[in-house]
């Protein structure tokens, strides 16, 4: 890193989605107070302009290569394999957060694309159609604060932007409480909403109290001293233990400083398992994971791209502050490992949360609902994924060569790497898919999303193929299906579930609830190619334009071309996977990139080479096709001599 500090020109450029995103709430808010009319999504153009411009600078960051050595500089003299806190340590830029920058804005330019008004046509009046786009823009901005955030207080803020910004967007709708059901939709939002925030405050507030600092810059060396200042105290619990009656009688002042001893080693790790622990929780109720799983009115009678927003922008925030704090940070192998890690309960949790969302997804006939129920079933395998993650790299613990030796620590940073280029693999074309799908619903004619029912779908595929289509590969992206992009990251998650010894028995369960998928999905496609138009689309809601089926389209074509190049898909990854758990501007950061970046290389030629033999057979074929061809024409041709 460079020794003069960078400046506030450089460190705002670090950040510019963030701040581009932010401006562009602002003038839409503008734009809306002064329009003199209101017509339905006037203002979409204008955030999706904004979030373009936002996406193209996250994009011109990227290392679409893998190779780690074309990454830009995240400052002058920084490269984003290193990283740098930015703005006094409130934020972190990295590969890392660009990756996640990238995300979730691929994922905020399709919710606003499939927005559509919520209310029938005939009741609208041209009021309220305004704030929807800013909204939701500020909603991106929460999302993208929580990418970088580099403090657990900016991590709490963000949270919060996102979570208001979704509620206040739901309420934004001139028929959003209009009955008892709506109003007790938003209720059930809002209610598990503040539980979840006060869960977060209360483990912030003992974190704070057990570290001195919220800042997430050195935290796991901090973390560190506490564990071992309670080790610090074993020797007086012994020496008690065993002398404790023979001391209190010739040296009770010794009796007094050995508790004051004890108390002051263990208090700071009292307070910081439950912190940690119920931040956690808070993130994981924030997901939508049991027993926090979204209330069935919420998808509903909800708007869609709230139910969208959710599924899509907000899972990808909160999932880049878990691979952050408690990868990133938190993996040492006295946090992850039992009998008080971390990730003891975590995989059953997920696999609880799947198995639910897959067998109440059989008995659900609202499209926008099984869409949901589906995403969260992907959202548990990308918990999973997490956890794999977390413990490989806790196993035996990153670096500390006195627990084991150095071909078994390099061994697990390997693993760990893999199984973390697993997690955002499964969240990128998670994302991908079900924008696309929620986005086929909203382009169903004269319905809003949540009205959208099996039936209304049967015989789709006659009356709209393309839609249908693009409906199809996305839900069977969903599933897994290949060669769509949902395979590559699913059949990573299996093969680093199978290396994990401990996480071999849920290999079973992820492939019921996988099984299960698969068959509501398959009910899904007999319905729109099979079925018969039993439902008519009544026509009286605003038809929905042209965007939703443009970005259905678009994110199908990405679920094929993702699938097929998979292992370009993968090395797009690899960067931010191997910096994920390391701290911040640490030199092992860039040190382990450079000792990956010949195995790159070696595996970027070998998959060159494969395509160019492929190339090669195929050129041969052709070959001999033709020599074939020419053969049998001069058989046919009389005279002719062979």
């Known amino acids: 890193m460079t020794t003069d500090a960078p400046s506030l020109a450089a460190q705002l450029w670090a950040v510019a989605p963030l701040w581009i995103l932010a401006l562009g709430a602002l003038l839409t808010l503008l734009l809306d107070a002064f329009a003199r009319a209101r017509e339905p999504g006037f203002l979409r153009g204008v955030a999706l302009?904004?979030?373009?411009?936002?996406?193209?600078?996250?994009?011109?960051?990227?290392?679409?290569?893998?190779?780690?050595?074309?990454?830009?500089?995240?400052?002058?003299?920084?490269?984003?394999?290193?990283?740098a806190y930015v703005l006094d340590g409130a934020l972190v830029v990295d590969a890392t957060a660009t990756l996640m920058d990238a995300l979730i804005l691929l994922a905020l330019g399709g919710v606003i694309a499939l927005a559509r008004e919520h209310g029938a046509a005939r009741s609208s009046g041209g009021r309220?159609?305004?704030?929807?786009?800013?909204?939701?823009?500020?909603g991106g901005v929460g999302a993208l604060t929580l990418s970088h955030a580099g403090d657990l207080l900016v991590v709490w803020l963000g949270a919060e932007l996102l979570a208001v910004s979704a509620l206040v967007c739901m309420l934004a709708t001139h028929d959003a409480a209009s009955t008892p059901a709506k109003r007790g939709a938003v209720l059930g939002q809002l209610v598990p909403s503040l539980m979840a925030s006060g869960l977060f405050v209360l483990g912030l507030a003992l974190t704070f109290a057990a570290l001195g600092s919220t800042s997430l810059d050195g935290l796991g060396g901090r973390v560190t001293s506490v564990f071992a200042g309670w080790g610090g105290v074993q020797r007086w619990l012994k020496v008690f233990a065993?002398?404790?009656?023979?001391?209190?009688?010739?040296?009770?002042?010794?009796?007094?400083?050995?508790?004051?001893?004890?108390?002051?080693?263990?208090?700071?790790?009292?307070?910081?398992?439950?912190?940690?622990?119920?931040?956690?929780?808070?993130?994981?109720?924030?997901?939508?994971?049991?027993?926090?799983?979204?209330?069935?009115?919420?998808?509903?009678?909800?708007?869609?791209?709230?139910?969208?927003?959710?599924?899509?922008?907000?899972?990808?925030?909160?999932?880049?502050?878990?691979?952050?704090?408690?990868?990133?940070?938190?993996?040492?192998?006295?946090?992850?490992?039992?009998?008080y890690g971390w990730t003891g309960a975590l995989p059953t949790v997920a696999l609880l949360t799947g198995l639910w969302a897959a067998l109440a997804a059989l008995g659900q006939r609202r499209l926008s609902r099984v869409v949901a129920l589906l995403s969260l079933v992907q959202l548990s395998l990308v918990v999973l994924g997490l956890t794999a993650a977390a413990s490989f790299h806790g196993h035996i613990g990153?670096?500390?060569?006195?627990?084991?030796?150095?071909?078994?620590?390099?061994?697990?940073?390997?693993?760990?790497?893999?199984?973390?280029?697993?997690?955002?693999?499964?969240?990128?074309?998670?994302?991908?898919?079900?924008?696309?799908?929620?986005?086929?619903?909203?382009?169903?004619?004269?319905?809003?999303?949540?009205?959208?029912?099996?039936?209304?779908?049967?015989?789709?595929?006659?009356?709209?193929?393309?839609?249908?289509?693009?409906?199809s590969v996305c839900l069977l992206s969903l599933v897994g299906l290949p060669p769509l992009a949902g395979f590559v990251a699913k059949l990573g998650l299996l093969r680093t579930l199978a290396e994990h010894s401990a996480l071999r028995w849920t290999l079973a369960v992820v492939g019921l609830e996988l099984a299960v998928c698969a068959w509501v999905v398959l009910r899904i496609l007999a319905a729109m190619y099979f079925g018969d138009e039993t439902v008519s689309e009544p026509g009286?809601?605003?038809?929905?334009?042209?965007?939703?089926a443009r970005v259905a389209a678009a994110c199908a074509l990405a679920c094929v071309l993702m699938g097929i190049g998979g292992q370009h898909l993968l090395a797009v990854l690899r960067v931010p996977a191997a910096i994920g758990s390391f701290e911040v501007g640490v030199e092992e950061r860039l040190d382990w990139v450079l000792q990956r970046q010949p195995s790159w290389a070696a595996e970027d030629a070998l998959l060159d080479a494969d395509a160019d033999s492929d190339a090669d057979a195929a050129e041969v074929e052709d070959a001999g096709a033709e020599d074939e061809g020419d053969a049998r024409m001069s058989l046919d041709e009389p005279g002719r001599v062979l």
Request: charged share 15%; hydrophobic share 50%; no cysteine.
């Open 398 to 471: 990153v670096g500390g060569r006195s627990l084991a030796p150095e071909f078994e620590i390099v061994w697990a940073q390997l693993a760990g790497d893999e199984a973390y280029v697993t997690t955002l693999a499964l969240l990128l074309t998670h994302v991908v898919a079900a924008v696309g799908a929620f986005s086929a619903i909203a382009a169903s004619q004269g319905f809003r999303g949540p009205e959208v029912r099996m039936q209304h779908w049967a015989g789709m595929a006659a009356r709209r193929p393309a839609l249908a289509l693009a409906f």
């Open 49 to 83: 302009a904004v979030v373009g411009l936002a996406g193209w600078v996250s994009l011109g960051r990227l290392d679409l290569r893998g190779t780690g050595e074309t990454l830009p500089e995240v400052l002058p003299g920084v490269t984003q394999a290193q990283g």
């Open 128 to 138: 309220g159609f305004g704030e929807r786009e800013a909204l939701l823009l500020l």
């Open 242 to 339: 065993t002398y404790g009656d023979t001391i209190a009688e010739l040296d009770p002042a010794r009796i007094q400083q050995g508790r004051a001893e004890i108390v002051r080693g263990l208090a700071p790790a009292a307070l910081l398992l439950p912190g940690l622990l119920l931040m956690l929780a808070s993130l994981l109720a924030k997901l939508g994971l049991l027993p926090f799983a979204r209330r069935r009115e919420l998808a509903e009678d909800g708007p869609l791209h709230v139910t969208a927003l959710h599924a899509t922008v907000g899972v990808s925030a909160l999932i880049a502050v878990l691979l952050r704090v408690y990868v990133g940070a938190l993996h040492s192998p006295r946090l992850v490992n039992e009998p």
């Open 540 to 548: 009286d809601r605003r038809p929905p334009g042209p965007w939703p």
